[in-house]
């Protein structure tokens, strides 16, 4: 998994990318590499940032301004790209872009909670069936028991 750090770096680069292929005049089409690059180490940098064990902060809020900081940037960035598109004439596949985004975010949401869902239930149905395997050991036992119980009464009447 990607750090939030290298995450950014790769966001920044992208951007980068992006700015000097508008400057070169590319269209949509041609920036779309850079673009995908972006959104994807966006999205990596909002959510491993807060979750990152490894980088050591000397308190919560240098851990706050750094993931702030980080987002505020990526979120200009993603400001000017929308502008960029409604500039080249592209507004109606910006807002198909972030419509089919949002989309995509509840689906996945939507399919976290099913399968958190599953593994509870799963978890659930195998507790139950070491219950049910315990029960079953410990009536056999009981029953060999019983039986060895009989068997040697038997024998002295």
């Not at 807002?95 to 399968?115: A, W, Y």
Request: glycine share 6%; charged share 25%.
């Amino acid at each position: 998994m990607i750090d939030p750090i290298t995450a950014f770096a790769v966001a920044q680069g992208a951007i980068k990318g992006i700015q000097s292929a508008i400057k070169m005049g590319k269209d949509i089409q041609g920036i779309t590499g850079d673009v995908m690059k972006f959104f994807d180490a966006k999205e990596k940098v909002a959510k491993e940032a807060v979750k990152d064990p490894k980088k050591k902060y000397s308190s919560d809020t240098s851990q706050a301004m750094s993931t702030v900081m980080q987002l505020h940037e990526l979120n200009r960035a993603e400001e000017e790209l929308k502008w960029h598109f409604i500039n080249q004439g592209h507004s109606a596949l910006w807002t198909q872009i972030v419509l089919e985004r949002n989309s995509i975010v509840q689906r996945r949401k939507t399919q976290e909670i099913l399968d958190a869902k599953a593994a509870k239930n799963r978890k659930a149905e195998i507790d139950e069936a070491i219950t049910m395997a315990l029960c079953v050991l410990v009536a056999a036992a009981i029953f060999m028991l019983v039986a060895w119980g009989v068997i040697s009464m038997k024998g002295k009447f």
